[in-house]
Nanobody
Framework: EVQLVESGGGLVQAGGSLRVSCAAS????????IGWFRQAPGTAREGISCISSYDTSTYYSDSVRGRFTISKDNAKNTVHLQMNRLKPEDTAVYYC??????????????????WGQGTQVTVSS
């Protein structure tokens, strides 16, 4: 059974930084792409970043490109999302998700079959 566990959320002031992490188990980590999504109250789940298996290509939505960086630690089966220059509009529950091999249409939640429980990120103004 695939399990994804997010950690590292919290409260930060605008302009600050935070790193959220996704620990994966129950899968061959090298064979999976890991994506990050976020969802604010009353909004749809937004795909913001993804890192592919094998070539570790990375992808970002326009809303976070240049501010967020995704990386993976294969030794620890963990993917990190470093978030810099945070804005109040980044406030949301952040989820990681897994799909086989490539990110593909990483912004589409339906492309991912396994999900974590989410971690809250709150950015105060």
């Amino acid at each position: 059974e695939v399990q994804l566990v997010e950690s590292g959320g919290g409260l930060v002031q605008a302009g600050g930084s935070l790193r959220v992490s996704c620990a994966a188990s129950g899968l061959t980590f090298d064979d999976y792409a890991i994506g990050w999504f976020r969802q604010a109250p009353g909004t749809a789940r937004e795909g913001i970043s993804c890192i592919s298996s094998y070539d570790t290509s990375t992808y970002y939505s326009d809303s976070v490109r240049g501010r967020f960086t995704i990386s993976k630690d294969n030794a620890k089966n963990t993917v990190h999302l470093q978030m810099n220059r945070l804005k109040p509009e980044d406030t949301a529950v952040y989820y990681c998700a897994a799909r086989e091999r490539f990110c593909g249409s990483f912004y589409l939640a339906k492309e991912f079959g396994s999900w974590g429980q989410g971690t809250q990120v709150t950015v105060s103004s």
